[in-house]
């Protein structure tokens, strides 16, 4: 199975930062990479596809970069909304998997 | 607007089947585009993908719990379901069901929308 890995595992941030998560996969993934947000107690939204492909109604503060093995979401000026957890999820293969997460907490 | 809900037992036994359905309403499972998906969280824990389904019945699961699981569809109710097997301890999650997006490769690919979540505890 693919493995994914993203840093940092916690980022503490202010509102109006621009931030980074970085999500490493185990080997090539073209660009067959998600990403979603998950705010506590609540199911993941869909943020991104394809790497850099942003869905219908999310802001265009949030951006997805990357080819390969390293793939980037980036917050371009942290909303108070933002706040949450971040998973990439590689579909080159069958068998879906998820990072481990990024939890973005208040500075 | 498509929505998905899940439904079933809350608790379980050691040893037991866990049995989930996931209703689907504002748009028909019935559709060549999609393929129907079972996700789980365990508590403060991340996201592992159990397995989903087609329209036409065909399925594929994760290696990892294949031996356990069947995920079936019942297209005259619009749903699809989830039975996993043997559960221990290590199956408490929470069970999000999820359209599963199909594009390149002829399967599933990203999971939008999800339904909100049943949480699912396996004990005596």
């Known amino acids: 199975d693919i493995q994914m890995t993203q840093s940092p595992s916690t980022l503490s941030a202010s509102v109006g930062d621009r931030v980074t998560i970085t999500c490493r996969a185990s080997?090539?993934?073209?660009?067959?990479l998600a990403w979603y947000q998950q705010k506590p107690g609540k199911a993941p939204k869909l943020l991104i596809y394809?790497?850099?492909n942003l869905d219908s109604g999310v802001p265009s503060r949030f951006s997805g970069d990357g080819y390969g093995t390293e793939f980037t979401l980036t917050i371009s000026s942290l909303q108070p909304d933002d706040f949450a957890t971040y998973y990439c999820?590689?579909?080159?293969?069958?068998?879906?998997?998820f990072g481990q997460g990024t939890k973005v907490e208040i500075k | 607007q498509l929505q998905l809900q899940e439904s079933g037992p809350g608790l379980v036994k050691p040893s037991e089947t866990l049995s989930l359905t996931c209703t689907v309403s504002?748009?028909?499972?019935?559709?060549?585009?999609?393929?129907w998906g079972w996700i789980r969280q365990p508590p403060g824990k991340g996201l592992e993908w159990i397995g989903s389904?087609?329209?036409?019945?065909?399925?594929?699961?994760n290696p990892s719990l294949k031996s356990r699981v069947m995920i079936s569809l019942d297209t005259s109710k619009n749903q699809f379901s989830l039975e996993l097997s043997s559960v221990t301890a290590a199956d408490t999650a929470v069970y999000f069901c999820?359209?599963?997006?199909?594009?390149?490769f002829g399967r599933g690919n990203w999971f939008d929308p999800w339904g909100q979540g049943t949480p699912v505890t396996v004990s005596s």
């Open positions: 080997q090539s993934l073209s660009s067959w």
């Open positions: 389904i087609y329209y036409s019945g065909t399925a594929y699961y």
């Open positions: 999820a359209r599963d997006v199909v594009t390149i």
């Open positions: 999820q590689q579909y080159n293969d069958y068998f879906r998997t």
């Open positions: 394809d790497a850099s």
């Open positions: 504002g748009g028909s499972i019935n559709s060549s585009n999609f393929y």
